[in-house]
């Protein structure tokens, strides 16, 4: 092999293992909940990528070797196949991240709807206590309205006494 072949053999190794890693592979990324974008912090590649990541590395190797040892062939695949790989992982951390909002939105609808359900019998609580309430309120009126009648129809008597009695009395 020739130095140019050595070199490129590195370089498309290095892009494989930086692909893959070993069973830990950690990037940096910006910490979206800090205040500043400069202060990174690490995040560990998912299980699921670092299965993949080591099969496409199993299978690129095959290739090269199949290939006698040229790695030119692959060495175009790896930066798109570090991207996919680096975006998959970004979709599932997002994923994640959504599933966790999800649940909360889930908990948060579950103790509102708790909630709805007891404001609901509580107005209907109410709703029938004015009911009765304004049914009992009729039932006195209709009754003070009978005590008044009532009155009424005596102080008339009264009254009619009275004046027979008075016109008794100039008799």
Do not use: W
Not at 73 to 95: K, Q, W
Request: glycine share 2%; net charge negative.
């Amino acid at each position: 092999m020739d130095e140019l072949s050595k070199k490129n053999e590195s370089k498309v190794s290095e892009d494989i293992e930086s692909a893959t890693g070993g069973v830990e592979t950690v990037y940096e990324l910006p910490n979206k909940t800090s205040s500043s974008l400069d202060s990174p912090t690490s995040h560990v590649v998912s299980e699921r990528v670092q299965y993949l990541a080591s099969q496409i590395y199993n299978e690129l190797k095959l290739i090269i070797n199949r290939c006698s040892d040229d790695e030119e062939i692959v060495s175009g695949l790896m930066p798109l196949i570090v991207n996919v790989l680096e975006s998959l992982d970004f979709a599932i951390i997002e994923n994640q991240r959504l599933q966790v909002e999800l649940e909360l939105c889930k908990d948060d609808n579950e103790q509102l709807v708790n909630a709805f359900d007891k404001e609901k019998i509580n107005k209907k609580k109410v709703e029938q206590k004015l009911f009765e309430l304004e049914f009992q309120n009729d039932d006195e009126k209709q009754q003070l309205q009978q005590k008044i009648g009532s009155l009424e129809s005596i102080v008339k008597i009264l009254e009619l006494k009275a004046k027979n009695s008075s016109d008794h009395g100039k008799n």
